[in-house]
């Protein structure tokens, strides 16, 4: 219990110093919101069919970003390595770490979400589905972006390395176009994309409907990416969160 509280005290600090700022919400909610609006005043009978997609890029990119951001920026600054010296695990510093960036990821994209059901009416079916996509999402999606960080020095260095990663499952996963009218080449990478279960998650969430014959599918799947993705980073917390 006292490790989860020094958690709970590093998120907090995260919080407070880092993602509070009006700029960093402004910044995460700006351009999903003119995104969807242009497609809504476009095509308002097809809207639906991409709101989801772009609330889960939300939420890859915030999360993500905002994690690298403060690692980086700490490791400069030499507060990591003082936390680092701190009687406190590396699963303890790591849970921090990611609770903070997925407050933030889940605030920008439910703010987002509110704005869509308010102006446009946006339905929700299936309120614990949406919920559980928003969660799981922002948890998996805030390890990679401490993996990242952890390997590198600088702000730029951790954006091109999850730029690699980010970009090319942006058109794979059902963001854009549904799975079902993806190349047959294609599908094997979508389905070992962890922003594919939580577009389609959303998806069951807003409109009820799935790629998937069973909502099991998507929800076991972006589990097992929750856990590999904090298997991950801890591994390399132990290995470079020292250099």
């Known amino acids: 219990m006292s490790q989860l509280r ?8 995260d919080i407070e110093s880092y993602y509070g700022k009006p700029p960093l919400i402004t910044w995460g909610l ?3 919101a003119v995104l969807i609006l242009s497609l809504y005043v476009k ?4 809207y639906l069919a991409i709101a989801p997609g772009i609330i889960a890029m939300t939420l890859l990119f915030g999360n993500t970003s905002m994690a690298a951001i403060v690692i980086t920026f700490e490791k400069r600054a030499g507060t990591f390595q003082r936390l680092l010296l701190a009687p406190l695990s590396m699963r303890t510093i790591i849970l921090g770490k990611a609770a903070s960036a997925s407050v933030y990821g889940l605030a920008t994209a439910l703010a987002l979400w509110l704005g869509l059901k308010l102006v446009l ?15 799981l999402g922002a948890g998996c999606f805030s390890l990679l972006g401490l993996t990242a960080a952890v390997m590198v020095r600088e702000v730029f260095e951790a954006m091109t390395l999850m730029n690699f990663f980010r970009f090319p499952i942006l ?3 059902g963001v854009f176009l549904p799975l079902s009218q993806l190349p047959a080449w294609l ?3 979508a389905y070992a994309s962890p922003l594919t279960y939580v577009v389609e998650l959303l998806h069951l969430g807003v409109t009820g409907h799935s790629e998937f014959a069973t909502p099991m599918i998507p929800l076991l799947a972006i589990l097992l990416f929750l856990l590999g993705s904090w ?13």
């Open 231 to 243: 298997l991950l980073a801890e591994a390399m917390f132990r290995r470079r969160a020292y250099t």
């Open 43 to 46: 095509d308002p009978a097809t």
């Open 171 to 173: 058109f794979i996963s």
């Open 6 to 13: 020094r958690a709970l005290a590093i998120s907090c600090k």
């Open 187 to 189: 599908k094997p990478l």
């Open 30 to 32: 700006m351009f999903p």
């Open 121 to 135: 009416g946006m339905p929700l079916v299936s309120p614990l589905l949406f919920l559980a996509g928003f969660i």
